[in-house]
């Protein structure tokens, strides 16, 4: 039987080499049959720390690695398009300091 491949979303990249990737699917509903959102989280093994918060990555089954671990990391699909705003107001401000030195 084939290993499952998922597409899925980082949530938390804190543990070293490890990261929880959040599915994103709709479910129909038993008695009533609204679709309602649910999602699978899933612990992926990603060796060399390459995917971070909001990437979005691709995944495939594999043997348990530890007590959570039973995915690897196959590639980073899109990478997050999130802005670290701190890091923009860290960085004008030293524009702005370095314009007021100058001139």
């Not at 509903?29 to 979005?56: I, L, M, P, Q, W």
């Not at 959570?68 to 401000?93: E, G, N, T, Y």
Request: glycine share 4%; proline share 3%.
């Amino acid at each position: 039987m084939p290993k499952k491949q998922l597409i899925g979303v980082v949530t938390s990249d804190k543990m070293n080499k490890c990261r929880r990737v959040e599915i994103d699917r709709l479910v129909k509903h038993a008695k009533y049959g609204k679709f309602v959102r649910a999602r699978t989280v899933c612990h992926v093994h990603d060796e060399a720390n390459e995917s971070s918060v909001g990437d979005t990555v691709e995944i495939i089954e594999c043997p348990p690695k530890s007590k959570l671990k039973r995915w690897d990391l196959v590639r980073v699909v899109a990478k997050s398009q999130l802005v670290d705003i701190a890091a923009m107001r860290a960085a004008a401000k030293e524009n702005q300091a370095e314009n007021n030195s100058e001139g």
